[in-house]
């Protein structure tokens, strides 16, 4: 068991508390809410006396047939409640901030290690997803914890998208063997799959309009820009403009592929690729993540250039230096 001591210890701590407040990342996606939402029915089928709370103002039309969020409770809660902050690398991403009032808190996150923030932190970065980690726990604990059915949705939606159903780096024979304990509840998968990925009709004419505008630089960085007069041509949500970096993978020889989404007060970046990383150049324009995937924010033409730039110049300086790269 990898991590033996820290699971113990997140155990006690959750079986010592009056109440558990979870905590998920700004722009919810599956992994946080899947996460959170498991741990919690994780929780309460062990202790279903214990208040369990996942209060924030995050809304998501992906994830919308999860249900809502808690209502939000007293300072006084969180004060004597344990908190635990999952798929967050920085305590400012945090999407409730009321944190901090929490009389202790985890840490449970699968991104490369940006701040230890918590008490307790168990920070796994080789893990697929958050919800991979809420699942090798309670495996872990399977003598003490009961895994449901309704637990084993949640864990499952959330380590499906976030490793692209299981095709990024990090997809390991552990998760797969987690991914099996799961789907052995039960789990209606057509029902979920139809959820996650059923297309409406704007959804296409933006695949289209991807595939028609997008760019390649000199050295392979495939890049599109999603505006904001184009989000209100085809009615698009912010949510699933983000989505459509999904649409740009797959081109051969382009190793790095970004996508750019305004927002009211400044432009999302999308950064994915295959072979060679991207964490390091998300970083340098406020943004951070996993090697293969990650977000970054630019504000104007010139920093897109500019961002283009240095991908195109770190692809040719991996293509020079390495073999294999397809």
């Known amino acids: 068991m990898r991590n033996k001591d820290v699971i113990e210890l997140i155990y006690r701590k959750i079986e010592e508390a009056p109440s558990v407040m979870l905590f998920r990342h700004q722009s919810i996606d599956g992994d946080c809410t899947g996460a959170a939402m498991g741990l919690k029915a994780i929780i309460q089928a062990a202790w279903p006396e214990k208040r369990v709370l996942i209060i924030d103002d995050e809304k998501s039309d992906f994830l919308a047939f999860l249900g809502p969020a808690d209502e939000d409770v007293p300072d006084e809660i969180y004060r004597e409640s344990l908190g635990i902050a999952v798929d967050t690398a920085n305590g400012k991403r945090i999407a409730n901030q009321k944190y901090r009032l929490c009389r202790e808190l985890i840490k449970i996150d699968h991104h490369i290690e940006v701040e230890a923030y918590g008490n307790i932190n168990w920070v796994e970065d080789d893990r697929s997803s958050a919800c991979e980690m809420i699942a090798a726990f309670v495996n872990a604990l399977k003598d003490r914890l009961t895994l449901t059915k309704e637990a084993a949705r949640y864990l499952y939606l959330g380590m499906v998208t976030d490793s692209g159903r299981f095709k990024y780096e990090g997809v390991k024979g552990e998760t797969m063997r987690l991914a099996a304990m799961l789907l052995d509840t039960g789990i209606d998968l057509e029902t979920l799959y139809a959820h996650l990925y059923l297309k409406d009709f704007s959804s296409l004419r933006l695949r289209s309009y991807i595939y028609e505008n997008m760019q390649k630089t000199e050295n392979g960085v495939l890049h599109a820009h999603i505006t904001k007069s184009l989000q209100d041509e085809l009615s698009l949500t912010f949510e699933s ?32 690729s295959r072979f060679t990383t991207v964490n390091e150049i998300a970083e340098k324009y406020r943004g951070g993540g996993h090697a293969n995937a990650s977000g970054a924010t630019v504000y104007n033409k010139e920093e897109i250039e500019n961002l283009l730039k240095d991908a195109d110049e770190w692809v040719k300086e991996y293509k020079h230096t390495h073999e294999g790269w397809m």
């Open 241 to 272: 403009a983000c989505a459509a970096i999904s649409y740009m993978e797959g081109v051969k020889d382009c190793l790095v592929w970004i996508l750019f989404i305004d927002s009211p007060d400044y432009i999302r970046v999308r950064l994915r």
